[in-house]
């Protein structure tokens, strides 16, 4: 293989290599969110009925 | 030589509900309720305590008269804890541990402990009456109470080294470890109209160093109370943490103030950054900037930032373990561990927040308030972003929000299980977890360091244990198994 081909041959890898890595990080962008929205959706199910009863409430003498 | 870093964590819990409201009630109630499980009350030996005592020499409010307390809810646990009412909250003092992971283990211990507790109590109130339990550190209204860490340090050490080399790392922590915070809750906060901050504790803090923890707290605690033989031990009472849920989080929070203090221990004060010229107006500042923007002024007139301040003191703390081993922190594999775990954190909440949503408090809270509030499109002010923040940290795994954002564990279920009836076996906590395990009904008060035993005549027996690294189980467990009553220790540490 000559010099010229060697680095053609580096240089096409390098690029395949990069369209991967960017797949890989939209593939896991779009599963943050989408974990993120269960998560929420999830927090809708568990979170106090009355959110400003509950934080109005929610007081605590002073300790340490 | 750094002396081990025997280390333990003191947790007071928020508490709502209870049949009058009243959270000295409910938390009596929660701890009686537990109490009652165990074979015997046990209580609190207050000799030998002096919460008054200073650091800096100077002993200051009252003194405290050797005496049994008998009326107030308390229990000695046969894993070493105390478990007891604390002003109004009920509170989990785990037992002395010999590294930050095995301090971990009793620490989670603690919300069993508590979670179990709290089903006690609520098993016999009406539905209207039900408590919850908090791991969390403020009310959200200008209230707070602490999450305390202590670690066994040199006596010889001088405090004022340790106060130069701890501060830049006390206000700097909470980038990595702080447990988040949505608004702000006091006047000189609030001026600055923060949506979220780093710890929950932060603002709250008003001098650098002092006695107090209840008012005007400081960044750093004098309380100089070794619970061992003074003339060796000191026992630095950290007030400045908050309570994780995240048990890598706890890690390296114990870990990081571990490898810091054996290295001031081994090698002084050289390697450490300057402190903040105003350490007080730092924690506060740095507290309100999710972004790690904010800089702080050094005494040395530079300008840094808290991941700045964080990532000196784990080259500090990383370059100490390369060259000693750091073997007064814990064995190899957790130094690397706890090193290792610390780095990613640093560098995540910098650069990448989602791939440290698992371990960070403050990250994993601030995606879901941020998240929520984005989806409602809500005011920052929102009572429901506030909600999130508090039920983050509920002990009820049906409500728990930190039981959902799916946080790393570092040990399994039944080891956690395991950890709230036995001791941690390298530690005096051994010998005292042993004490109320084999012999409930002889043992009539503990504290942290003796053991008060009634055999029904005679006297009083005390046995002493000032040496937090004695009554462990390669000492004792053989001096166990040949003594089934009270009366075959005793004759055998006697004789």
Same mark, same amino acid.
């Given at each position: ?64 | ?5 025997? &280390?333990?964590?003191? %947790? ?9 409201? =009243?959270?000295? %009630? ?12 165990? #074979? ?18 100077? &002993? ?128 000189? %906060?609030?001026?600055?109209?923060? #949506? ?66 054996? /290295?001031?221990?081994? =090698? ?12 007080? /107006? ?25 991941? =700045? ?157 000032? =040496? ?22 005793? /004759?055998?540490?006697?004789?």
């Amino acid at each position: 293989m000559s010099e010229q081909e060697r680095i053609q041959r580096q240089k096409a890898t390098r690029e395949r290599d990069d369209v991967v890595d960017v797949h890989a990080e939209s593939t896991r962008g779009d599963q943050l969110k989408a974990d993120l929205d269960d998560l929420l959706d999830e927090i809708d199910d568990v979170l106090e009925e009355n959110a400003e009863e509950f934080v109005r409430n929610y007081i605590q003498k002073g300790g340490q | 030589m750094a002396l081990p870093k025997v &280390v333990g964590i003191e %947790t007071e819990f928020g508490i709502r509900g209870g049949p009058d409201g =009243d959270p000295v %009630t409910s938390s009596t109630l929660v701890v009686t309720a537990y109490a009652r499980r165990m #074979a015997a009350p046990i209580a609190w030996d207050f000799d030998d305590e002096s919460p008054g005592r200073d650091a800096r020499g100077l &002993v200051a409010g009252p003194s405290y008269a050797p005496v049994i307390e008998t009326h107030l809810a308390n229990a000695v646990l046969p894993n070493g804890a105390r478990f007891y009412v604390d002003h109004a909250h009920p509170e989990y003092s785990s037992p002395e541990c010999r590294s930050p992971v095995q301090a971990v283990l009793y620490d989670q211990a603690g919300e069993n402990v508590l979670r179990r507790a709290m089903a006690e109590a609520n098993a016999e109130l009406a539905p209207g009456e039900r408590i919850g339990i908090y791991k969390n550190n403020s009310d959200g209204k200008g209230n707070s109470y602490g999450c305390h860490e202590n670690y066994l340090v040199r006596r010889d050490v001088a405090f004022r080294d340790l106060v130069a080399a701890m501060v830049p790392h006390f206000v700097s922590r909470q980038a990595v470890v702080g447990a988040g915070k949505v608004g702000a809750e006091l006047e000189y %906060t609030r001026a600055s109209r923060p #949506a979220f901050q780093l710890s929950q504790r932060a603002e709250f803090f008003e001098e650098v160093v002092g006695l107090e923890t209840t008012l005007r707290r400081p960044i750093v605690n004098t309380r100089d109370e070794p619970h061992g033989d003074p003339s060796r031990f000191r026992r630095l009472h950290v007030i400045v943490g908050d309570a994780n849920l995240s048990p890598v989080a706890t890690a390296v929070k114990l870990g990081a103030t571990a490898l810091l203090l054996a /290295a001031v221990e081994d =090698d002084g004060l050289a390697a450490f950054p300057p402190p903040p010229r105003d350490p007080v /107006a730092a924690l506060r500042a740095l507290a309100i900037d999710p972004a790690l923007e904010a800089t702080i002024e050094l005494e040395s007139g530079e300008a840094w930032t808290a991941w =700045d301040l964080q990532d000196r003191l784990w080259h500090l703390a990383s370059d100490y373990a390369e060259r000693t081993g750091a073997g007064a922190v814990a064995e190899p594999d957790e130094v690397a561990f706890l090193l290792a775990q610390w780095r990613e954190m640093l560098d995540g909440v910098r650069d990448d927040h989602d791939a440290v949503a698992d371990r960070v408090d403050w990250v994993a809270k601030q995606r879901i308030v941020e998240g929520y509030q984005q989806r409602y499109d809500l005011a920052p002010t929102d009572a429901r972003l506030q909600a999130i923040d508090l039920q983050y940290h509920d002990i009820d795994p049906a409500r728990s929000l930190a039981a959902r954002v799916g946080l790393r564990t570092l040990h399994a279920p039944a080891e956690i299980d395991g950890a709230v009836t036995s001791p941690p076996a390298s530690t005096r906590a051994y010998f005292r977890g042993q004490c109320v395990a084999r012999y409930p009904q002889d043992v009539v008060a503990a504290n942290w360091d003796s053991v008060v035993f009634d055999l029904g005549s005679g006297p009083l027996h005390k046995v002493p244990t000032a =040496d937090p690294l004695r009554g462990t189980a390669a000492l004792t467990a053989d001096l166990f198994s040949r003594a089934p009553h009270a009366r075959d220790l005793l /004759a055998a540490l006697e004789g």
